[in-house]
């Protein structure tokens, strides 16, 4: 299948410090992209839906001036943790899709810890 | 209520058995369909497309029912590894643009 890739895998930050995650689709040209967030054993559960070249799509409480989210290319969307705090510790995945497809490709996931 | 829903389990089955998930949708305009599967601190990986006619890969086999909005998931002669979490997906509407909803997902403990 496609792959998706993100970086980094594992970060510790501080509380009140910014971090950024990325997305690519290496193999493929991402029309959308998908943030997710999972706690541990528990569903994933989405933040935001983005499409190259337009803003992103929040889902209801998702604060959008905390997590910012660019979709500059076909290829990359970068999600940034702003003035992290504890409770933003938690496993972000992103998801890629393809236009015209149905499927979604996800990356490896991100985890996040904020000391 | 949740738009898609899943039996939470968990299903420990012994190798070998036969053992099937069930899952229920509330969007009737919903149009395509998947069984992804999570182990533990992983992303989801798709497993299989859930078509009308139903489909089968492998040991899998997967079942649509748009009349009572139900989707199933069959696995045949379960391995050790089949041990994960699966999770139903949903695209909401008719479209690629569309939405697409996890339901909660269905843990699997396969034990020798």
């Known amino acids: 299948g496609a792959v998706v890739s993100q970086h980094p895998s594992r970060v510790i930050c501080k509380s009140g410090t910014s971090v950024k995650i990325e997305c690519r689709s290496l193999?493929?040209?991402?029309?959308?992209m998908f943030w997710y967030r999972q706690f541990p054993k528990k569903s994933l559960m989405l933040m935001a839906t983005?499409?190259?070249?337009?803003?992103?799509?929040?889902e209801q409480g998702v604060e959008k001036d905390k997590f910012l989210i660019n979709h500059a290319s076909l290829t990359l969307s970068t999600l940034t943790v702003t003035s992290a705090h504890p409770e933003d510790s938690s496993f972000y995945i992103c998801?890629?899709?393809?236009?015209?497809?149905?499927?979604?490709?996800f990356g490896p996931g991100t985890r996040l810890t904020v000391t | 209520r949740k738009e898609v829903e899943q039996d939470p389990g968990p299903f420990n089955v012994p190798e070998g058995a036969t053992v099937a998930f069930n899952c229920t949708y509330s969007?009737?305009?919903?149009?395509?369909f998947f069984w992804y599967r999570q182990d533990c601190r992983k992303e989801p990986k798709l497993l299989m497309s859930?078509?009308?006619s139903g489909n089968e890969d492998g040991r899998f086999t997967a079942q649509l029912n748009r009349a009572s909005q139900y989707i199933s998931l069959l696995i045949r002669d379960s391995k050790l590894s089949d041990s994960a979490t699966y999770l139903c997906?949903?695209?909401?509407?008719?479209?690629?643009?569309?939405?697409?909803?996890f339901g909660s997902g269905t843990r699997l403990s396969i034990r020798p």
């Open positions: 983005s499409n190259e070249g337009s803003k992103a799509t929040y």
């Open positions: 193999d493929f040209q991402a029309t959308t």
């Open positions: 969007n009737s305009a919903s149009q395509s």
């Open positions: 997906v949903v695209n909401r509407g008719g479209s690629s643009a569309s939405k697409i909803i």
């Open positions: 859930v078509y009308s």
């Open positions: 998801s890629a899709r393809a236009r015209s497809s149905y499927e979604q490709y």
